[in-house]
C-alpha cells in the first residue's frame, strides 16, 4: 500500500474550483483519497504550485510516420545523444534498468517518456496511427516510460470507408469504425485532409470545396466528415471526431476550415492544430484568420480544438496529409519521405525550420498567438505544437511564458518580419496575460474534459494521482521547464527536479461494440486489397 501526502501547496485544480488555494492532496494506491491516517508520508509543498499532470492532446511519438522521421534525420540524433538517468530502487528494492537514447526534435522512445515526465506531463495522445500500423504504435508506446498513452485511429482517407459512403450505407460505415476501433486499439477517429489525400494520388493538389467528388460523386470531404462525426456520436466515444481540415498550410485555407465547421454544427466535434488552418489572403497573398475561427468557437459550444503553435527553430513535420507534406519538399527543397499506407492514408516527413525572420513563419508564430489570446474559453481551445510539427513539446514552457508575459510576448514580435503582421491583432496589441488557472485549464483540466479522461486533469477525490508540482519565479519559462517534484500514478517519478523512477505507463483505447456481420465485409475487402492478412492486422 502507497500513501503520500502533499501538504502546504498552493492548488490550481480549475476543474474543481481551485485558484491557488492553499490545502493538502492524499494518495492511496495511486488515487486521490479524501483523507489519509496522521502517521502517511508527508511531502512538504509549503510555497510551491500543484496542479494535475499535463496532458497532451494532439502529439506525434509513437506512428509509423514518426519512426520515418526518426530515418530521415540521423544527424538530428547523433548530434543529441542522452545518457541514461540515474534512477532510484522502486518500492521493492529492485534496480530499475535506464535506458539511453537520442534527443533532437523527435526524440527515440525512451527519451521521449523521460523528457515528458520531466516537463511535467504524465499523458500523451498520438494524433495519427494509420490502423495497418497500430501494432507498431503501441510496441512504441510500450517503449515509451512513464507517460500513459493512446492513439486516433486513421480514417478520412480509408478505401473501404468510401466505399460504404458511396453505397448510401452509412450505418454499415458506422459498424466499420466499431470495429477499426477495436482492432487497432484506438481511443478516437481521426480525420486528415479528408477525402484530399485520396484526390492527390489522383494528381488533384488542393480541395476546392466541402462537395468536390472523391472518385463516386456521393463521396466527398463533406460526406466524410459528417459520416465520422456522426459514428463518434452513435458509438458514444469519450473523445469526439478529431479533424484535421482540408488544405492545410495554404493561404485563404480559413474559409474551408470555417465550412468544415458549419457543415458539423450541433455535432461535436474537435478541430486539431487551427494555426495551420487559420490563413486568410489568396493566391500566396498571407493573413490572419484567427478572429474568425475564435468568434466562432465562441458561439458554438459544441466545437472544440487545440491551437498548433509554431515556434521558432528546428522542427520536423510529420503528418498523414501526403498533399502538404510533396507541397512543403517541392517549395524548399528539403529531404522527405512519402508514403502511401495501403488504401488508407497517406504519410509525409520533411525536416523544417521556423525563422524569426521569415515572413510567413512570423505570421504563423503570430496566429498560434492570436488564437490564444482572442479564445474566450480556454476549456475549448487548448495547448499544442502539434510536436513535431510546430515545434518540440520541449517549447511548451517558452510558449507558457510567451502566453503569460505581455512584456516578454511584445519584446519577441518586435524582433520578427513585419512584413504580413499588418492588421494582424497581436500587432495591434493583445494586453491578455493567462493566469496559472488557465494555464492548468489548457494543459491539463481541458485537454482532459475534451477526451473525457474522467480520472484525469483534476486532483478531486478519485483521480488518477497524476500530480504536479512547480517552483514559482516570474520566468514562468524557467518555471514551467523543471518541475521540482512530479508523481505518476502515486509514484514520485521526479525529485528535486532529477528523474528519479520510470515506471510503464498505461494505454487508453475504447472497444465499442458492433454488428459482427461487417467482419465479412473487412474480410472480403482485405483478402483482394491489403497486403497483410487480416490476422496480423491491428494491434
Known amino acids: 500500500m502507497t500513501r503520500l501526502r502533499i501538504t502546504g501547496g498552493m492548488v490550481h485544480d480549475p476543474a474543481n474550483g481551485i485558484d491557488g488555494t492553499v490545502g493538502d492532496i492524499c494518495i492511496e494506491n495511486g488515487r486521490i483519497v479524501a483523507t489519509l491516517p496522521p502517521d502517511a508520508p508527508r511531502l512538504d509543498a509549503r510555497g510551491l504550485v500543484v496542479m494535475p499532470g499535463g496532458i497532451d492532446i494532439h502529439a506525434h511519438v509513437a506512428s509509423s510516420s514518426i519512426n520515418q522521421a526518426r530515418r530521415l534525420l540521423p544527424e538530428d540524433h547523433a548530434g543529441a545523444p542522452i545518457a541514461a538517468p540515474v534512477l ?27 523528457r515528458y515526465a520531466g516537463l511535467g506531463y504524465t499523458t500523451v495522445f498520438d494524433a495519427a496511427v494509420a490502423p495497418v500500423s497500430a501494432r507498431e504504435a503501441h510496441a512504441q508506446f510500450d517503449d515509451t516510460p512513464i507517460v500513459d498513452g493512446g492513439c486516433y485511429i486513421l480514417m478520412g482517407n480509408d478505401a473501404l470507408l468510401h466505399r460504404q459512403i458511396a453505397a448510401g450505407e452509412r450505418e454499415r460505415a458506422r459498424e466499420y469504425v466499431a470495429w477499426l476501433l477495436g482492432v487497432t486499439r ?100 498571407w493573413s490572419s484568420g484567427a478572429r474568425q475561427i475564435t468568434d466562432y468557437l465562441a458561439t458554438h459550444p459544441e466545437a472544440s480544438g487545440d491551437v498548433g503553435q509554431v515556434l521558432f527553430g528546428n522542427a520536423c513535420t510529420v503528418t498523414a496529409d501526403g498533399a502538404v507534406e510533396y507541397l512543403l519538399h517541392a517549395s524548399s527543397g528539403r529531404k522527405w519521405v512519402n508514403v502511401d499506407v495501403e488504401v488508407e492514408t497517406g504519410c509525409g516527413v ?48 517558452q510558449l507558457i511564458r510567451l502566453l503569460m508575459d505581455r512584456s516578454y510576448r511584445d519584446a519577441q514580435l518586435a524582433t520578427v518580419n513585419q512584413k504580413l503582421l499588418a492588421g494582424s491583432a497581436l500587432a495591434d496589441g493583445i494586453a491578455r496575460e493567462y493566469s496559472l488557472n488557465e494555464i492548468a485549464i489548457v494543459t491539463r483540466a481541458g ?3 475534451l477526451l473525457g479522461l474522467t480520472t484525469k486533469g483534476h486532483l478531486g477525490v478519485g483521480a488518477d494521482a497524476d500530480i504536479t508540482l512547480y517552483a514559482p519565479d516570474a520566468d514562468r519559462a524557467r518555471m514551467f521547464e523543471t518541475p521540482r517534484h512530479v508523481i505518476k500514478g502515486g509514484t514520485l517519478v521526479v525529485e528535486e527536479g ?42
Open 498 to 539: 532529477q528523474l528519479r523512477r520510470a515506471p510503464a505507463g498505461a494505454r487508453h483505447h475504447v472497444r465499442p461494440t458492433y454488428d459482427r456481420a461487417i467482419e465479412r465485409t473487412v474480410r472480403e475487402f482485405a483478402d483482394r486489397y491489403f497486403s497483410v492478412s487480416l490476422e496480423n492486422y491491428g494491434a
Open 350 to 397: 520533411v525536416p523544417y525550420t521556423y525563422r524569426d525572420r521569415a515572413a510567413v513563419s512570423a505570421l504563423q508564430w503570430a496566429i498560434g498567438l492570436e488564437l490564444f489570446l482572442l479564445s474566450p474559453d480556454p476549456w475549448r481551445l487548448v495547448l499544442s505544437t502539434d510536436h513535431p510539427n510546430g515545434a518540440s513539446f520541449l517549447s511548451y514552457p
Open 186 to 285: 484506438g481511443y478516437a477517429i481521426k480525420v486528415v485532409n479528408p477525402g484530399g489525400i485520396e484526390l492527390w494520388k489522383r494528381n488533384v493538389r488542393a480541395v476546392g470545396s466541402l462537395d468536390d467528388p472523391v472518385g463516386d460523386p456521393r463521396v466527398t470531404p463533406r460526406a466524410i466528415v459528417e459520416t465520422l462525426a456522426d459514428a463518434a456520436t452513435a458509438l458514444g466515444l469519450p473523445h469526439p471526431v478529431h479533424i484535421h481540415c482540408n488544405n492545410l498550410g495554404l493561404p485563404g485555407n480559413v474559409a474551408l476550415t470555417l465550412d468544415t465547421m458549419r457543415a458539423l454544427e450541433g455535432r461535436r466535434a474537435h478541430f486539431t492544430h487551427l494555426q495551420f488552418h487559420a490563413y486568410g489572403g489568396a493566391a500566396g497573398k
Open 447 to 449: 485537454p482532459a474534459r
Open 88 to 114: 532510484a530502487h522502486d518500492d521493492n528494492g529492485e534496480v530499475l534498468i535506464p535506458r539511453s537514447g537520442s534527443g533532437g526534435v523527435v526524440p527515440s522512445t525512451f527519451t521521449t517518456g523521460y
